[in-house]
T-cell receptor, first 113, second 116 residues
Framework: GENVEQHPSTLSVQEGDSAVIKCTYSDSASNYFPWYKQELGKGPQLIID?????GEKKDQRIAVTLNKTAKHFSLHITETQPEDSAVYFCAARISYNTDKLIFGTGTRLQVFP | NAGVMQNPRHLVRRRGQEARLRCSPMKGHSHVYWYRQLPEEGLKFMVYLQKENIIDESGMPKERFSAEFPKEGPSILRIQQVVRGDSAAYFC??????????????FGPGTRLLVL
């Protein structure tokens, strides 16, 4: 069945350093890959997304790369700040029969000042 | 433009009672998804609905759980005869028109259900 693996489960970085989170998906029919940030007690907030016809997308300090051949995609956060501390989830969507998102298990990012 | 709204934000039920969770999608969105998040885990898809129609309920438990999205009013996730294992955060997401470039799902703040 559909599966998304996410690594690492926890990540600690110093303020100003970069953070990278990686995900691998199983179904080659997946065509849309969003990343969500979830703060404690809140709902997931979309921070960036990428579609399968694009290899890379950037929005200020956040970038996502997609390798369709290897079926993996990554989130890159540069110049991290303490307010980046949260749990980050990757997801993959298959749209041929439904539009549900399959989520990774999450990465708890902690940025130390 | 208000975001996805869910209520209640917190719900406490005793075993055997019923839980009703409500979701109002963003203005202009006609597609609703429900996800469940157990503590320290990712979100698991439950059901996908359009107005008056269930599109995909492959993630719904076979018994005690049901969902609807009537022509008027919010979408409702109903859990009958709750058990302690139902304790989780339930999130609703909405999107304007899946399958096209506007397929982004926007999430609500969630309802945290605690079954005593």
């Amino acid at each position: 069945g559909e599966n998304v693996e996410q690594h690492p489960s926890t990540l600690s970085v110093q303020e100003g350093d970069s953070a990278v989170i990686k995900c691998t998906y199983s179904d080659s029919a997946s065509n849309y890959f969003p990343w969500y940030k979830q703060e404690l007690g809140k709902g997931p907030q979309l921070i960036i997304d990428i579609r399968s016809n694009v290899g890379e997308k950037k929005d200020q300090r956040i970038a996502v790369t997609l390798n369709k051949t290897a079926k993996h995609f990554s989130l890159h956060i540069t110049e991290t700040q303490p307010e980046d501390s949260a749990v980050y989830f990757c997801a993959a969507r298959i749209s041929y029969n439904t539009d549900k998102l399959i989520f990774g298990t999450g990465t708890r990012l902690q940025v130390f000042p | 433009n208000a975001g996805v709204m869910q209520n209640p934000r917190h719900l406490v039920r005793r075993r055997g009672q019923e839980a009703r969770l409500r979701c109002s999608p963003m203005k202009g969105h006609s597609h609703v998804y429900w996800y469940r998040q157990l503590p320290e885990e990712g979100l698991k898809f439950m059901v996908y609905l359009q107005k008056e129609n269930i599109i995909d309920e492959s993630g719904m438990p076979k018994e005690r759980f049901s969902a609807e999205f009537p022509k008027e009013g919010p979408s409702i996730l109903r859990i009958q005869q709750v058990v302690r294992g139902d304790s989780a955060a339930y999130f609703c997401a909405s999107s304007p028109l899946p399958g096209r470039s506007e397929e982004t799902q926007y999430f609500g703040p969630g309802t945290r259900l605690l079954v005593l």
